[in-house]
T-cell receptor, first 114, second 114 residues
Framework: DTGVSQDPRHKITKRGQNVTFRCDPI?????LYWYRQTLGQGPEFLTY????????KSRLLSDRFSAERPKGSFSTLEIQRTEQGDSAMYLC????????????FGPGTRLTVL | DQQVKQNSPSLSVQEGRISILNCDYT??????FLWYKKYPAEGPTFLIS?????DKNEDGRFTVFLNKSAKHLSLHIVPSQPGDSAVYFC?????????????FGSGTQLTVLP
């Protein structure tokens, strides 16, 4: 299977802890996106990478959030000092350069902050 | 400010009939529109898209219509099948810079009754 994969699929943590999620995009895709989805809402854009460069960040991405894509392949999203409001589904998507707006999504990581 | 709106949170349709899902947008800079389908515990799956230079795009049972003057698009599914039961998200993007972040609506739960 060559789709987008995310790990872990579920994460339960206590408030104040740090968590890190991983995304492996489709191998030939140089664009990678992170989105967050809360209950009853559509996904909301968080940040975008073209190869290893983080080119765009949403104002939703507070300073407790950091994302990396060190070698232009997989990406990690870290949340420091988690808060209950961080509970959401975190989705990763990838696309090739000339795909228009079409993005391929992974299954997501469900974060629950207690 | 919700730039993409799906005003119907749910829709029920009899198998074999037409399903019509609607979406409105406010940002006139959007130039590419997409529909995604989402099953529980999975990421969104791309369904069909349309460029702003067109008013219709068809793919099998799925047709997307775009009315730019009304800032409205719709997805028609004919005939509807029970396997089409899912949450459908409308999304839009702007081709500024290299990023094509997607702005999603809040989704419509489609239930196709056998």
């Amino acid at each position: 299977d060559t789709g987008v994969s995310q790990d872990p699929r579920h994460k339960i943590t206590k408030r104040g802890q740090n968590v890190t999620f991983r995304c492996d995009p489709i191998s030939e895709h140089n664009r990678l996106y992170w989105y967050r989805q809360t209950l009853g809402q559509g996904p909301e854009f968080l940040t975008y990478f073209q190869n290893e460069a983080q080119l765009e960040k949403s104002r939703l991405l507070s300073d407790r959030f950091s994302a990396e894509r060190p070698k232009g392949s997989f990406s990690t999203l870290e949340i420091q000092r988690t808060e209950q409001g961080d509970s959401a589904m975190y989705l990763c998507a990838s696309s090739p350069y000339a795909a228009g707006g079409k993005q391929f999504f992974g299954p997501g990581t469900r974060l629950t902050v207690l | 400010d919700q730039q993409v709106k799906q005003n119907s949170p749910s829709l029920s349709v009899q198998e074999g009939r037409i399903s019509i899902l609607n979406c409105d947008y406010t940002n006139s800079m959007f130039d590419y529109f997409l529909w995604y389908k989402k099953y529980p515990a999975e990421g969104p799956t791309f369904l069909i898209s349309i460029s702003s230079i067109k008013d219709k795009n068809e793919d099998g049972r799925f047709t997307v219509f775009l009315n730019k003057s009304a800032k409205h698009l719709s997805l028609h599914i004919v005939p509807s099948q029970p396997g089409d039961s899912a949450v459908y998200f409308c999304a839009a993007s702007v081709s500024s810079g290299s990023a094509r972040q997607l702005t999603f609506g809040s989704g419509t739960q489609l239930t196709v009754l056998p």
